[in-house]
């Protein structure tokens, strides 16, 4: 007689593997609440790993959902997914799953669900297909194919002068109030990519139905998947919400999809984690992060990227703590990211948006994605604008004389039509052919006005193999 054996699961082997392991621990584990807090509690009895999902039973009959976070001792330090109001000591604390999974499945196009994979569109549950650890393993650095495509926005300033390759990972850094969700919504609309996963992480209630209704036009709604956890929710959900997010796109990639991830914000992911690592009995570092924060930013960026089935390009914006970039968190993101956009305050009160500060903002793979003479025409453009912000004081007060210096005198001739072209409205969306076109036209006219300048050719669409697909 032969036994037929089940066939193991040949998509995203490892991490389907490793929950079907991890399934197998009983779920019949009991333990009891030994102390309460407002974002953790203490357990005792409670032989369980490491991330595993309980479920806590209190004598009043409400029921919340927590994750080990740590052990001290014999004590288990849980977080609370659901609020620990009504939880007393005493309590039983119940083993549903030894690690924390999403439901991932085609299907999920369109809808918008919270940290734990729940529908809240008011729509029927889309069905799974499969079920995917939130903290996956990223893919193996030499299994990663080199980035040589170029992703279109249909953001102007991006797509010409700092363009981005298809897997790269880039920050938007910004302050409150500069246009970060906007310039999001606008990437949203305009990019070619296949689908779209945005995490709204700590984000007032308020602004997350403004920007779904918004930013989020239908055409681009039916290739985006939304996860939400508000900034009212416990510190868990928001770190959760991050990484459902980062599961999904990796569901997607995984099935040959290109797929932008726009994580909004990253830094409140960070703070999420500094009240967990807090609670569970880290030492505050660095501006009151515990080490955990460190650990987890580059794990969490690192599952972006390129691999033999597809890619996952990375947006994270970065909340600057009084638009100072040099922050911890800022700090620590720039040496992990791909590159990273700068929104000036300065640039948005002159009424110029997207507020992106091309002299501080750098895309550390144009340069291995367009040809010589795209990056000539950038170089332009760069030129003048360092050049006029060098003599902005003396041209303001007006003690610069008018034929000092051909290159400031360039300068103040061609920064209003600099500035013209890197101004984008909100609802236009600008195609990549249409961006470099204006990019040449430009580029020429600033370096026909300098005989000394080497002269621009032409920069044609047809960039050998960074050539994006047709929108």
């Known amino acids: 007689m032969v036994i037929k054996l089940p066939a193991l699961p040949t998509l995203y082997d490892k991490d389907r593997v ?16 030994w102390s309460v807090g407002r974002n953790a509690m203490e357990a005792i009895c409670l032989p369980v790993p490491m991330g595993a999902i309980c479920e806590v039973r209190s004598r009043g009959f409400r029921k919340i959902t927590a994750e080990v976070i740590g052990f001290e001792g014999t004590k288990t330090l849980l977080a609370p997914l659901d609020g620990s109001e009504g939880i007393s000591p005493g309590d039983q604390v119940v083993l549903v799953d030894s690690l924390a999974t999403v439901g991932v499945g085609p299907e999920l196009l369109g809808r918008v669900i919270d940290a734990a994979g729940r529908v809240i569109d008011d729509a029927p549950a889309p069905p799974s297909v499969a079920k995917l650890p939130l903290d996956a393993e990223p893919v193996l650095a030499l299994h990663r194919p080199t980035i040589d495509s170029i992703l279109t926005t249909g953001v102007r300033t991006i797509d010409s002068v700092l363009t981005l390759g298809r897997g790269q990972r880039i920050g938007i850094f910004a302050g409150s109030g500069v246009g970060k969700s906007t310039l999001l919504g606008m990437m949203a609309r305009g990019t070619d990519a296949d689908v779209v996963v945005i995490a709204l992480v700590g984000e007032r209630g308020r602004e997350v139905q403004e920007y779904l209704q918004r930013e989020l036009d239908p055409k681009a709604r039916k290739k985006c998947v939304t996860v939400v956890a508000t900034s009212d929710q416990p510190a868990l959900r928001r770190v959760q919400a991050a990484l459902t997010a980062t599961s999904i796109a990796e569901y997607f990639r995984d099935t040959g999809k290109n797929v932008l991830l726009m994580m909004d914000s990253v830094t409140r992911f960070a703070m999420a984690q500094r009240e967990i690592g807090l609670a569970a009995g880290e030492a505050p570092t660095t501006r009151g992060y515990p080490p955990s924060v460190f650990s987890m930013l580059p794990r969490l960026v690192e599952r972006s990227g390129t691999s033999p089935t597809g890619s996952i390009t990375g947006i994270y914006t970065v909340l600057v703590e009084g638009d100072d970039t040099n922050e911890p968190i800022s700090d620590t993101l720039r040496g992990l990211l791909d590159g990273h956009f700068v929104l000036s305050r300065n640039i948005a009160h002159r009424g110029r948006y997207p507020a992106i500060d091309v002299l501080a903002s750098l895309s550390r793979l144009q340069h291995h994605l367009v040809d010589s003479d795209h990056r000539a025409c ?8 360092a050049t006029y912000k060098e003599n902005e004081d003396l041209i303001t007060i007006g003690a610069y004389a008018r034929g000092s210096n051909p290159d400031v005198d360039r300068a103040i001739q061609f920064r209003p039509q600099v500035e013209a072209f ?14 470099l076109k204006e990019l040449l036209s430009l580029a020429k006219s600033i370096q026909q006005s300098s005989p000394s300048a080497n002269s621009v ?13 047709s929108p």
């Open 18 to 33: 490793r929950h079907m392991l991890h399934s197998s621990v009983s779920s019949s584990v009991e333990g009891t609440v």
């Open 378 to 385: 950038v170089q332009s453009i760069r030129n003048v604008l």
């Open 422 to 435: 890197l101004a984008q409205s909100a609802d236009q969306i600008v195609p990549w052919k249409q961006s």
């Open 457 to 469: 050719q032409r920069v044609t669409p047809s960039a050998g193999p960074s050539q994006p697909a």
